[in-house]
């Protein structure tokens, strides 16, 4: 039997550089696709069983063009990471129109673009989808007015990828990642936000890149063959616990 092949979006760092290594630990080859090129080429150096593809998942010609390169490359596609995204806080009242659609071209646009673009090789694979939303887009909170509402509306694609695609034997799966630490949260949480983050996620720490890396796979997984439209919160707890006010644990 063939090896599967997952192609992974925004893979040259933190939760999508992992979910490739960890791919690669359970046999499957991986497409790396990202739009820094040197990012890309510096951190899959040494990686076995990859290529690498550079595309701004916010063109679609660009989508097109990489996933036929994908598809000749690797003769196939079994599963789709959508896990490319970005970020930029603000108040509503001072976020400009060009702010909000950087984050959906590539948020929300390049996630559908992406999985579109994929369909007729998921098709003869019976493979799977998984998209990268955010805690942020099942929580409001202040400051994230564009990027909350992105990550809602990759849920939501999700259920409607879900219901649309089961019939032709596709799944579609949404992974919410909590509080992560990388090094970039490392770098910018100072130690009274990572203190209000332990006080308000229910298993008191940050979960790690690997842990979310572990989600992703199990969901592209044939252990996963009748798991579609699930919406899995991989955040200690956090959206669970609702008003986890301290003064109310007591």
């Not at 989508?63 to 598809?71: C, L």
């Not at 949404?174 to 100072?190: D, E, F, I, Q, W």
């Amino acid at each position: 039997m063939p090896e599967k092949v997952a192609l992974i979006t925004g893979a040259a760092r933190g939760i999508g550089l992992e979910t490739a290594r960890l791919f690669i630990e359970q046999g499957w080859r991986v497409a790396l696709v990202d739009r820094d090129s040197e990012a890309l080429k510096e951190s899959t150096d040494g990686l076995n069983e990859t290529s690498s593809f550079i595309c701004d998942i916010s063109e679609p010609k660009e989508v097109d063009s990489m996933v036929n390169k994908v598809t000749s490359t690797f003769g196939r596609i079994d599963a789709v990471v959508n896990n490319a995204g970005v970020a930029d806080f603000g108040p509503i009242e001072t976020t400009d129109f060009a702010q909000w659609r950087k984050i959906m071209q590539t948020n929300l646009d390049g996630t559908f673009l992406v999985s579109q673009a994929c369909l007729p090789t998921l098709k003869k694979t019976r493979g799977a989808i998984v998209n990268i939303a955010s805690i942020s887009g099942l929580r409001a909170s202040t400051l994230r007015v564009a990027y909350g509402t992105s990550k809602a509306a990759v849920i939501q694609l999700t259920k409607q990828q879900a219901v649309e695609l089961g019939e032709i034997g596709v799944r579609a799966n949404c992974v919410c990642p909590g509080p992560v630490r990388t090094k970039l949260s490392n770098a910018v949480h100072s130690p009274e936000i990572i203190a209000s983050y332990h006080d308000a996620i229910p298993l008191n720490r940050y979960g790690s890149e690997r842990e979310i890396a572990e989600v992703i796979t199990f969901l592209c997984s044939d252990k996963a063959s009748y798991v579609t439209g699930q919406i899995i919160a991989s955040d200690g707890g956090f959206e669970s616990a609702g008003v986890g006010l301290p003064a109310l644990r007591t």
